[in-house]
Nanobody, 115 residues
């Protein structure tokens, strides 16, 4: 079954760090378009950090310098390292990997940052 599964969310104090993981059930070795999104209560889902077809990494202004995306092709996993977390980073975080032009979404993992 083609799927991705996020993990690593939780409750953290402001200023803390978390690393999210997105494990894919398929090979990501040749895939460039992938990223992390988040959705806070009452808000639209937004891109956090992602890579484009050319492999360029882009992050939202609100997280640039604090968050970083990386990948491990050997274990088909995408990561999001989140540092200096703020209460406004509280949201459900989703992984998205585009496979054969079809976006594969995970169920999301909750990140809650307390002040």
């Amino acid at each position: 079954q083609v799927q991705v599964a996020e993990s690593g969310g939780g409750l953290v104090q402001a200023g803390g760090s978390l690393r999210l993981s997105c494990a894919a059930s398929f090979s990501i070795d040749s895939i460039n378009i992938m990223g992390w999104y988040r959705q806070a209560p009452g808000k639209q889902r937004e891109l956090v950090c992602g890579s484009t077809v050319g492999g360029t990494i882009t992050c939202a202004d609100s997280v640039r310098g604090r968050f970083a995306i990386s990948r491990n092709n050997a274990n088909n996993t995408l990561y999001l390292q989140m540092n200096s977390l703020k209460p406004e980073d509280t949201a459900v975080y989703y992984c998205n990997i585009q496979r054969f032009s079809r976006p594969i979404w995970g169920q999301g993992t909750q990140v809650t940052v307390s002040s």
